[in-house]
């Protein structure tokens, strides 16, 4: 009889120990689940229509968060976008001509913040040609929006545009 209530309290505390580690990483997930929506309760949000249309901002082709977007003149071919990671972005501009001219990107990393956009940073690539590119990964402030405005420029012609919002998380 105490082999098998020794048994049984073996089985018990055995069950016990295995399924709790379970226990404590689902509640993890909710927890985590519950803090990505809380943070981005307390934050300004853009109108709906400057928030990016892709929810999880993935790319199956190479697995990045991104929100791009092209545009053309009849001279100017511009294209530009922004990828996210933890507390940092991506931001990516090209701008091609149909001929050999001065030609530029320009680059405006901007932050949704007290109901505005905010310039982050500039960045500005200038040639002599057919078509220039500009990269850079910026370290941001997490629980912000943020978004990419381009001025894409052959000689005195321009055209801008800007990305979707996405948002960057603290992780």
């Known amino acids: 009889m105490k082999k ?3 048994l049984l309290a073996f089985i018990l505390v055995s069950t016990l120990l295995i399924f709790t580690p379970i226990q404590s990483m689902a509640t993890n997930d909710a927890t985590l689940s519950d803090s990505l929506s809380t943070i981005r309760q307390k934050v300004d949000v853009p109108p709906a229509d400057e928030i990016s249309d892709n929810p999880d901002y993935s790319d199956s082709s190479n697995g990045q968060l991104f929100e791009s977007y092209s545009t053309r003149s009849s001279e100017i071919i511009g294209f530009s976008s922004i990828t996210r990671g933890p507390s940092k972005v991506g931001i990516y501009g090209n701008t091609t001509i149909d001929e050999t001219h001065p030609v530029s990107v320009t680059l405006i990393l901007q932050r949704y913040y ?3 956009w905010q310039n982050v940073s500039v960045h500005i690539k200038t040639t002599n040609g057919t078509f220039v590119s500009l990269n850079k990964v910026i370290n941001v402030t997490p629980g912000y929006y943020y978004r990419v405005y381009s001025r894409h420029t052959k000689g005195i012609t321009t055209i801008d545009k ?5 948002f ?3 992780f």
């Open 4 to 6: 098998g209530k020794l």
């Open 114 to 116: 007290g109901g505005s």
């Open 162 to 166: 800007q990305t979707s919002a996405i």
């Open 168 to 170: 960057v998380y603290p």
